[in-house]
């Protein structure tokens, strides 16, 4: 069975640019949550999404946006790009919304800006 | 709030010794506690969870977990590591906040495996 994936697998950007970035869960995984890991940290929780709604949302400035499509994949959209934006993005999927249960991760989207 | 800390960034081990990653956390409500492993290049796994019951947790890998309610520790241990389990591993907590759930991962340790 697949795992989640995640696309892309490298991106370079600019200050000031927009990106999106996509994940397609677990077959069967109704929610999606997305997770910004800057190098020597851990994850930090961006939103999460169940049943194409939002469920959750963490510290993250608005320029940060996600949705969820009627396949239960999803994108995230970061609009006016810094360089601390630079991190890898994980995303995670899980069969239930509660974020008590397991969540499998994906290999993540490494997001530079220049 | 809720916040997780992990005392040591970088644990160097010899192959066959015991080893403990230690996990602390902060919470006013409930929580629900996971350790999750991390290889290089890849995303994370869950290496073990505990959410009731028994405070001892194992993984199918040799690891366990102790959840300790008075000292609000979650230690990792393994009696015996190997070079195959060199890698960075991230302790996570779940609680309930704002009506949903939310999860904060403590910075990491990173296991390094000395033959």
């Keep these: ?114 | 709030a809720q916040s997780v800390t992990q005392l040591d960034s970088q644990v160097p081990v010899f192959e066959e010794a015991p080893v403990e990653l230690r996990c602390n956390y902060s919470s006013s409500v409930s929580v629900y506690l996971f350790w999750y492993v991390q290889y290089p290049n890849q995303g994370l796994q869950l290496l073990l969870k505990y959410l009731s019951g028994s405070t001892l947790v194992e993984s199918i890998n040799g690891f366990e977990a102790e959840f300790n309610k008075s000292q609000t520790s979650f230690h990792l241990r393994k009696p015996s590591v190997h070079i195959s389990d060199t890698a960075e591993y991230f302790c996570a907590v779940s609680a309930r906040a704002g009506g949903y759930q939310k999860v904060t991962f403590g910075i990491g340790t990173k296991l390094q495996v000395i033959p």
């Design chain 1, 1 to 114: 069975d697949a795992g989640v994936t995640q696309s892309p697998t490298h991106l370079i950007k600019t200050r000031g640019q927009q990106v999106t970035l996509r994940c397609s869960p677990i077959s069967g995984h109704k929610s999606v949550s997305w997770y910004q890991q800057v190098l020597g940290q851990g994850p930090q929780f961006i939103f999460q999404y169940y049943e194409k709604e939002e469920r959750g949302r963490g510290n993250f400035p608005d320029r940060f946006s996600a949705r969820q499509f009627p396949n239960y994949s999803s994108e995230l959209n970061v609009n006016a790009l810094l360089l601390g934006d630079s991190a890898l993005y994980l995303c995670a999927s899980s069969l239930v919304g509660q974020l008590y249960n397991e969540q499998f991760f994906g290999p993540g989207t490494r997001l530079t800006v220049l």
